[in-house]
């Protein structure tokens, strides 16, 4: 069956500081890969989403970048946080083609101090 | 036009009752409709989803009523149980070359002894 892990699953870190966070699917091949944010009272918000290995679509401009290094790992960065990129950062799987379920991992909490 | 609106945004059931939660959508490309179900600290998970070419879909206590005219859908939860108190999310996927789930603002349910 196919797993998703992300991590850390918190982290705290000074305004103005690097970010680097990770997204690995086990047990499928190719699949679709997003970068979600989720803030209180107001939903998801897609960030990214990647259809391949180095394909990287960005739905919100902002101060996060994301990078597609293997078919099934998906990274999240930023060069200098500020704290307006606190929040719960989901990141997603799912099959290629219409009408495919996502499925997410179990998210890191980032509070930016 | 992307937007689905959900309502209510809280929502509080007795035991064995009956949890209804609202979606509504402007965008008429969106053929895809998931629910998902969101415990505190823990990424969303697929509860249930229907096509607009299906009116209800059932799967347990948990069923989706579509009204493709009214550009409407709900999700009703029967014999509500304290272990369904989370936080659900509608979407709608439009799989028109689209990767973009839009997401309801989300519910939170809390279902009382």
């Known amino acids: 069956s196919q797993t998703i892990h992300q991590w850390p699953a918190t982290l705290v870190q000074p305004v103005g500081s690097p970010l680097s966070l990770e997204c690995t699917v086990e047990g499928t091949s190719n699949p679709n890969l997003y970068w979600y944010r989720q803030a209180a009272g107001r939903g998801l918000q897609l960030l990214f989403y990647?259809?391949?290995?180095?394909?990287i679509s960005s739905e919100v401009p902002q101060n996060l970048s994301a990078s597609r290094p293997q078919d099934r790992q998906f990274i999240l960065s930023s060069k200098k946080l500020l704290l307006s990129d606190s929040g719960f950062y989901l990141c997603a799987w799912s099959g290629q083609g219409g009408h495919q379920p996502q499925h997410f991992g179990d998210g890191t909490r980032l509070s930016i101090l | 036009q992307q937007q689905v609106k959900q309502s209510p945004q809280s929502l509080i059931v007795q035991k064995g009752g009956i949890s209804i939660i609202n979606c509504a959508y402007e965008n008429t490309a969106f053929d895809y409709f998931p629910w998902y179900q969101q415990f505190p600290g823990k990424g969303p998970a697929l509860l249930i989803a229907?096509?607009?070419?299906?009116s209800e879909k059932k799967e347990g206590r948990f069923t989706i009523s579509f009204n493709k005219s009214a550009k409407q859908f709900s999700l009703h939860i029967m014999d509500s149980q304290p272990g369904d108190s989370a936080t659900y999310f509608c979407a709608a996927y439009s799989g028109a070359g689209s990767y973009q789930l839009t997401f309801g603002k989300g519910t939170k349910l809390s279902v009382i002894p």
């Open positions: 990647s259809v391949g290995i180095g394909q």
């Open positions: 229907i096509r607009p070419d299906v």
